[in-house]
């Protein structure tokens, strides 16, 4: 008993440390979905943390702020372009990087190898070295500020992880799943299609969920071959425009920036796990 | 599996043409038009590199870059490490853990936003609504502009935001790599004496060493890399440019193709040791295999 309370109380610091860290963790993002439900006058005459000076008082919220960025300033808009440009962008590289990962692991054909070993290396070469000579292809074959032009970049960009990921899971099957599949008359496709897809189903949901958060909050490829005109423009592009224009506007930034976060987090909250085994399966092996 | 000569490339031609024509070719291009002038007409050897070598702005986001790799690294790789040993013990770890990993999940166009009001900055006269000068003015001192407190307290600015996003992914993987350890390695140790700090020094971290080698390469990978965070926040000015700010400020507004070019080469060059680990891992990891 008595060293069951000596461990008790050597843990106060532990929690303490802990809950610390949580707090100074959540702390900002509290910040922001608080100011995002205040009105402008509210934010400019003080700070947010004053509400909870009147915890009860409902009626100091509003949501003026998500109206008027949603209809008026193209929030609204900017958030169908990241779902028309982030849905395919993370389905073609899937499905190519499926039967590619079936081949690498369990295929015979000369520069098997060799073609794995420049997928490992592609996995960190910086996009920037290829941004310059696609952009002008892209000019050339007026693809730039096009959906399908972004599609096949992303997809291009997100294969070598993609790959990468389902390779590891799916050259852990067991063999003889491939062996006795090929004695019964079965063809490869058959495999790949009844046997391996089913089975890869919590490795394809890692990767979805990745490339897709990848995609949704991606910056840089969707600047440099999009642009910011309003038609294609996603989220991330509109709002670090907002950032420039509307600069001390917090609670229209706020909300704007919350919009953004809104279908990543239920993502992440809901399918935590599939992402943590994703990371898992990308960095330790990798 | 046995199949027939065609099959195989059936089924990576796709992959690979995309790969060739997205990852490779374009790599290769602009290798070849970094030694090229602002339009790829005329060729000017190593100039563009030189350039990058000696003017004050590439020197200054050079040592950005620098100052990133030093503070964030072992930042987000010590309190990811500190934070995964810990939280094993309490019965609240999953909802810590979420907490911090929730920064993974979005952009770093809305940290930025989240950020940016937490260093928010207003004359003195005014009530302080970031709340980090809303601090200072409780305790009487004056509010800073954090974010033009030019060299180094905008850039430690920056590089926390980023250390506030990756310090759950470091915390996810080296947690995972904690919880393989053998509990009974543990516990021997504990019942022959040893305290908690010695069983981390002796026992935790040499065993731990090889998961905090990989994650600390992909933090310095992610580091040399970083551009939406100061896009956002200060667009490089005051002083807080970095490398890959540098090249999109080059390829977009000043449209210099060649010296844009060459900065991603140095990009690639500074990273190119990391290629080399990761295939050197692959291979070790396929010859257990």
């Known amino acids: ?286 | 599996m046995r199949t027939n000569k065609i099959t195989p490339w059936l089924y990576i031609l796709p992959a690979v043409s995309i790969l060739f024509f997205f990852l490779v070719y374009p790599s290769l291009k602009t290798i070849y038009i970094s030694f090229f002038n602002y339009s790829s007409e005329e060729f000017i050897g190593l100039e563009n590199f030189l350039y990058c070598f000696t003017n004050q702005v590439m020197l200054n986001s050079f040592r950005n870059n620098a100052l990133w790799v030093v503070v964030f690294v072992p930042l987000t790789v010590f309190i990811g490490l500190i934070v995964a040993v810990l939280i094993d013990r309490v019965k609240y770890e999953s909802m810590v853990k979420s907490i911090i990993f929730m920064p993974m999940a979005i952009s770093f166009v809305g940290a930025g936003v989240i950020w940016k009001f937490v260093y928010a900055y207003r004359p003195a006269t005014t009530a302080q609504t970031g709340i980090l000068n809303a601090l200072l003015s409780t305790f009487k001192l004056k509010p800073l502009p954090w974010l033009i407190m030019r060299p180094w307290l905008n850039n430690l600015c920056l590089i926390i935001v980023g250390v506030w996003i990756w310090t759950g992914f470091c915390m996810v993987v080296l947690s995972a790599s904690y919880k393989g350890i053998p509990r009974e390695i543990l516990e021997a140790a504990r019942v022959d004496g040893a305290n908690e700090f010695r069983i981390f020094w002796k026992i935790i971290l040499p065993l731990m060493k090889p998961t905090i080698a990989v994650v600390s390469t992909t933090m310095i990978i992610n580091v040399l890399k970083v551009f939406d965070i100061v896009y956002v926040m200060t667009n490089g000015n005051f002083n807080t440019e970095v490398i890959a700010n540098r090249m999109y400020k080059e390829m977009f507004l000043f449209r210099n193709y060649g010296r844009a070019s060459a900065i991603a080469v140095i990009l690639l060059v500074l990273i190119i040791p990391m290629i080399v680990i990761n295939i050197q891992r692959f291979r070790e990891q396929e010859a257990i295999r």
């Open chain 1, 1 to 286: 008993m008595k060293g069951k309370s000596i461990l008790k109380f050597s843990l106060l610091p532990l929690h303490l440390i802990i809950i610390l860290i949580a707090f100074l963790w959540v702390l900002p993002s509290v910040g922001l979905f608080i100011t995002s439900f205040r009105t402008s006058a509210d934010v400019a005459a003080s700070g947010w943390w004053t509400i909870f000076e009147h915890p009860f008082n409902f009626t100091v919220y509003t949501l003026a702020n998500y109206r008027e960025v949603i209809t008026k300033i193209g929030i609204g808009r900017a958030f169908l372009n990241t779902l028309f440009i982030t849905i395919p962008s993370t389905i073609i590289p899937i499905l190519i990087a499926s039967f590619a990962a079936y081949a690498f692991a369990w295929m015979e054909f000369p520069g098997r190898r060799f073609f794995f070993i420049l997928l490992v290396a592609l996995l960190i070469v910086p996009l920037q070295m290829t941004l310059i000579p696609i952009l002008r292809i892209f000019n050339q074959l007026g693809l730039a500020g096009t959906l399908p032009g972004i599609w096949f970049a992303h997809a291009g960009y997100g294969l070598p992880l993609v790959i990468y990921l389902l390779y590891n899971f799916i050259s852990g099957l067991p063999s003889e799943l491939f062996d006795s599949s090929s004695i019964d008359g079965a063809t490869p496709f058959q495999i790949f299609f009844k046997m391996v897809l089913p089975l890869s189903l919590p490795a394809l949901a890692s990767v979805t969920i990745f490339q897709f958060l990848w995609v949704w909050n991606d910056l840089l490829v969707a600047l440099v071959y999009l642009g910011g005109t309003p038609d294609v423009a996603p989220l991330t592009v509109s709002i670090s425009a907002l950032v420039g224009s509307y600069g001390q506007d917090w609670e229209l930034l706020t909300a704007a920036a919350f919009v953004s976060m809104f279908l990543p987090l239920v993502l992440f909250l809901g399918l935590q796990r599939y992402f943590v085994k994703g990371i898992l399966a990308g960095s330790v092996k990798g």
